[in-house]
């Protein structure tokens, strides 16, 4: 399940998810070394759309389209294919993504606007794509947003073992085309589309507030993997840099989501990714998904 495109609203803005790749069945250690699955199995309202009964979670890339003011906005472009990385599961893919991207209405050239809301592998592959031996630029129309903190932790020691590479293949010829843009991390970028720093996960992570008349929405890119960490906060995730700095920043921006209400959209939140998270005891929430 889980890889048919998806839309909602945020107000008059549209917000459609892309899949690349959704996982189910996955031992919660893997990737919350302080889970098991009794822990996860603790949280019922988890399953069914986003564990299994036996407290194996499912994890989703996804990149997010957001129409506003005219303007398209591609949010976290996933892994891309072809690409070597270290990850097997991510390592040189054939995935029909921009298939999926065609299909649900969008064409590359109308991308105006990309935003990474961090430079790990799996959000920025669809940047670039193989031709003629060459990675060259995907949205060749879109203003492609970085932050100085990330671009700089990519570049510079520790991150993950992929960083040279994604570099490379991935942010390098975006700026050697001319099509990247240096934002602060709380950039307003018009239509409603806000960032905020939500570092921890990576030294110069963003997160996109959207808001529209009344409405608020969050896409929250890694500060957050799985919604079992709405109750589980604490729960680290193996490429959290600063894992107490994740913790804190994981529990600021829940209780924010809370307090406003907003439409949150997990970046890696599997099959029903948008609702909202409700207070759920102290220093503990939980996530219902949107219908
Ligand atoms: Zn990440
Ligand atoms: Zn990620």
């Known amino acids: 399940m889980g890889t048919e495109t998806q839309q909602w609203k945020v107000g008059t803005v549209t917000i459609t998810s892309v899949v690349e790749e959704e996982s189910w069945g996955i031992p919660p250690q893997f990737f919350f070394p302080a889970a098991g699955a009794a822990g996860v199995q603790r949280h019922d309202w988890v399953v069914p759309d986003?564990?299994?009964?036996?407290?194996?979670?499912?994890?989703?890339?996804?990149?997010?389209?957001?129409?506003?003011?005219?303007?398209?906005?591609?949010?976290?472009?996933?892994?891309?294919?072809?690409?070597?990385?270290s990850f097997p599961f991510w390592n040189e893919q054939s995935w029909p993504f921009m298939d999926r991207f065609t299909a649900a209405g969008f064409d590359p050239v109308d991308i105006d606007v990309v935003v990474h809301t961090h430079l790990h592998a799996d959000h920025v592959g669809w940047d670039t794509r193989l031709e003629a031996g060459r990675w060259v630029p995907t949205f060749t129309g879109a203003r492609h947003l970085y932050t100085q903190r990330e671009v700089d932790a990519l570049r510079g020691p520790g991150g993950s073992p992929d960083d040279d590479a994604v570099y490379a293949d991935?942010?390098?010829?975006?700026?050697?085309?001319?099509?990247?843009?240096?934002?602060?991390?709380?950039?307003?970028?018009?239509?409603?589309?806000?960032?905020?720093?939500?570092?921890?996960?990576?030294?110069?992570?963003?997160?996109?507030?959207?808001?529209?008349?009344?409405?608020?929405?969050?896409?929250?890119?890694?500060?957050?993997?799985?919604?079992?960490?709405?109750?589980?906060?604490?729960?680290?995730?193996?490429?959290?840099?600063?894992?107490?700095?994740?913790?804190?920043?994981?529990?600021?921006?829940?209780?924010?989501?809370?307090?406003?209400?907003?439409?949150?959209?997990?970046?890696?939140?599997?099959?029903?990714?948008?609702?909202?998270?409700?207070?759920?005891?102290?220093?503990?929430?939980?996530?219902?998904?949107?219908?």
């Open 170 to 291: 991935s942010v390098a010829p975006i700026f050697d085309a001319g099509l990247a843009d240096i934002v602060s991390e709380d950039a307003d970028l018009g239509g409603g589309l806000r960032l905020e720093a939500s570092t921890g996960h990576t030294p110069g992570h963003v997160s996109v507030w959207i808001e529209s008349g009344e409405d608020v929405g969050l896409i929250t890119g890694d500060f957050i993997h799985h919604p079992v960490q709405c109750a589980e906060p604490g729960w680290a995730e193996i490429g959290d840099a600063d894992v107490d700095e994740a913790r804190v920043t994981r529990k600021r921006m829940l209780a924010r989501a809370a307090e406003t209400g907003a439409l949150v959209i997990g970046t890696h939140f599997p099959n029903r990714p948008a609702g909202r998270v409700v207070v759920d005891g102290a220093g503990a929430w939980r996530f219902e998904a949107a219908t």
């Open 50 to 85: 986003f564990a299994d009964a036996s407290g194996n979670v499912a994890l989703r890339i996804q990149a997010l389209v957001v129409e506003t003011a005219g303007r398209r906005v591609l949010v976290d472009p996933c892994v891309g294919n072809g690409k070597p990385r």
